[in-house]
């Protein structure tokens, strides 16, 4: 897959609240919850002048009253609204490389996982604890969450008949995107983060998912050791401008 078609099929996965389409860029609105959803993708050639476009998403964001946040991939079209706003100020940060890993070869030693196909309240009430979001960011979390309801994945761990860990996948034909992997805190170093992962891809494999993509911030070592570890490759970078 080339590297906007991914770009694509990720917002899709994770969908925002509203979109909206202006000269090839793709305009994203989630009430400010998670960039990815609230942000700028300017994805394919513009026909309007950049400094145009600039102060229509600009008027628009501000309306809306969002933060003006761009996100940028490694591609030709990209780079030239990159340097752009470089110029304008706008600062690079948070990067992130998106992995990928082929499942054709998935054999791992299954441990005790639980999956639940479709909203599942128990993995829903603990993430939103663990990462305390307040109750606007709930909302529409879980809004989002049903937006792919059917095609989304939960996959979690007990201890104690306790939930410790989590992870979603959401499929799309022969593909899987992976989000919201977490671990409580008190169970970290465990190796609970891997035998989630692997929990999710032999799933995914039952229904002759080939391929799956995540991603990871370039500071999270310990992520990036992890999906090495596994067999996720470096497919592209991306970083946001705001």
């Known amino acids: 897959m080339e590297i906007r078609d991914i770009e694509l099929m990720l917002m899709r996965t994770w969908p925002a609240l509203d979109e909206k389409i202006y000269d090839g860029w793709i305009l994203r609105f989630s009430g400010g919850y998670t960039k990815r959803s609230n942000c700028i993708n300017p994805l394919y050639e513009s026909y309007f002048e950049l400094e145009e476009k ?27 609204v990159d340097e752009f706003l470089k ?16 499942l054709t070869n998935v054999n791992y030693n ?18 939103v604890k663990e990462n305390k979001l307040n109750k606007q960011e ?21 201890e104690e008949n306790e939930i410790i860990a989590v992870a979603m996948g959401v499929v799309e034909k022969n593909k899987i995107g992976i989000f919201n992997v977490y671990v409580k805190d008190t169970y970290r170093k465990k190796g609970y983060a891997t035998e989630i992962l692997e929990g999710l891809l032999v799933e995914a494999r039952k229904i002759n998912v080939e391929k ?25 970078r991306t970083w946001y401008r705001y």
């Open 212 to 236: 799956a993509y995540l991603q990871v911030m370039e500071t999270n070592e310990k992520a990036i050791k992890l999906y090495k570890k596994m067999g996720f490759v470096p497919k592209y």
């Open 87 to 102: 110029n304008k100020g706008l600062e690079k940060r948070d990067m992130v490389t998106v992995k990928e890993i082929e």
């Open 110 to 127: 299954l441990k005790n996982i639980n999956v639940s196909w479709g909203f599942n309240k128990e993995w829903y009430d603990f993430y």
């Open 54 to 80: 600039y102060e229509y998403c600009k008027k628009i964001y501000e309306e809306k009253k969002l933060p003006i946040v761009y996100k940028i991939i490694d591609t030709e079209v990209s780079i030239v």
């Open 138 to 158: 709930e909302n529409i979390f879980k809004e989002l969450l049903q937006k792919n309801d059917k095609n989304n994945m939960y996959v979690y761990k007990l």
